[in-house]
């Protein structure tokens, strides 16, 4: 019999299942942070923090004399706060490059201060509840995290785009060419459904059938935290969904438990986040190769250019499912490029 789980209930129960998993393999005193904060946090933050902490004993018994001979079993919870500032500022400067199963791992900016917000929110819990007396993490500053360009597409780059889907097919032959014909409709629909949403990806492959409504140019998007809300659409969106649903989608007989899913892969499968992702760069990188373009610039290039036609960023904010409006402010409410480009002209240097 069919599964009738949707793609969300599945995914929260898959890591679920995987968060017990890892638990296994931190110091049974974890379970107690994991459970309490389950009420305010998703199943999938709790399997990254649950890594992020494994990472941080493994650290101890690897690098710090006191827990050489330790097992991961031996940690008691007293020896949080056995450890002292420079201890967790050694952890910090271990997670820039570390060794892992004979790989070096290195962290950006950005995972540094995950994992480090990970650990600062471990001790918080045993603190708060008075079941350790010291929280060295406090005493810490965390990485500062520095703004980044945000890569987006510009107008002509997001028309080359989807041009180059529809009409790549004539620079391809023999099994090429019978791929790209058999993946161009969904394809093209992807892309213009990411570049005229703005939804994430993983909001995409969440679809179903039954969550695109035509009558009102609607799709049905489970969001961060599981709400769900309608994100609208125009009619190129909606002309491309329809190609796709009516033509190459109708033509799939889907595995099992796959059957309501939107997108499908050649497999027959509901499409998944690594998928899209590897799709949206094989095409970027045949139109834009200077600039690495995945399914989040593509969130950044609706982003901008609905604030640019609207100037309304608490429009922005709610369409995109920010529940932070500030976020919002700090990547789209920014000086744009044409008013950058303006400046270097403005100042002379040499009176003509």
């Known amino acids: 019999m069919a599964d009738t789980k949707n793609y969300h209930d599945q995914t929260r129960i898959d890591q679920t299942i995987r968060l017990r998993e890892v638990l296994k393999s931190l110091p049974p005193f974890a379970k107690d942070y994991f459970r309490a904060i389950e009420p305010k946090s998703s199943a999938k933050t709790r399997v990254n923090y649950a890594y992020d902490i494994r990472i941080f004993f493994h650290f101890l018994m690897e690098c710090n004399p006191v827990y050489k001979d330790y097992t991961i079993e031996q940690f008691k919870v007293n020896d949080l706060e056995k450890l002292e500032p420079v201890d967790i500022e050694e952890y910090m400067e271990y997670l820039k490059v570390y060794e892992k199963e004979n790989e070096l791992i290195t962290n950006s900016e950005k995972g540094l201060a995950r994992k480090m917000s990970a650990l600062r929110s471990f001790y918080s819990y045993y603190y708060k509840h008075q079941i350790i007396t010291k929280n060295p993490t406090l005493l810490v500053d965390m990485p500062k995290l520095h703004d980044k360009a945000i890569i987006r597409l510009d107008t002509d780059e997001v028309a080359l785009l989807l041009d180059f889907v529809e009409n790549g097919g004539s620079q391809l032959t023999g099994q090429a060419l019978a791929y790209y014909n058999k993946t161009k409709e969904r394809d093209l629909a992807i892309l213009t459904l990411l570049l005229g949403t703005g939804i994430r990806v993983s909001e995409c492959v969440g679809l179903d059938l039954s969550d695109v409504d035509f009558k009102n140019n609607g799709i049905t998007v489970t969001r961060k935290g599981g709400n769900q809300m309608i994100v609208y659409f125009g009619d190129e969106v909606a002309d491309a969904l329809l190609a796709y649903i009516e033509g190459s989608r109708k033509r799939i007989t889907p595995l099992s438990g796959h059957e309501n899913a939107l997108f499908l892969s050649t497999q027959k499968r509901r499409m998944g986040v690594q998928a ?21 610039k593509l969130r950044s290039t609706y982003g901008t ?7 309304d960023i608490y429009l922005v904010a709610d369409v995109l499912g920010h529940k932070d409006v500030n976020t919002t402010k700090k990547h789209y409410a920014a000086i744009d490029e044409n008013r950058r480009r303006r400046a270097a002209s403005a100042v002379k240097l040499r009176e003509v």
């Open 276 to 296: 899209i992702e590897n799709m949206v760069k094989k095409y970027a990188r045949q139109v834009t190769p200077n600039k690495k373009i995945t399914p989040h």
């Open 305 to 311: 250019s609905l604030y640019k036609e609207t100037g």
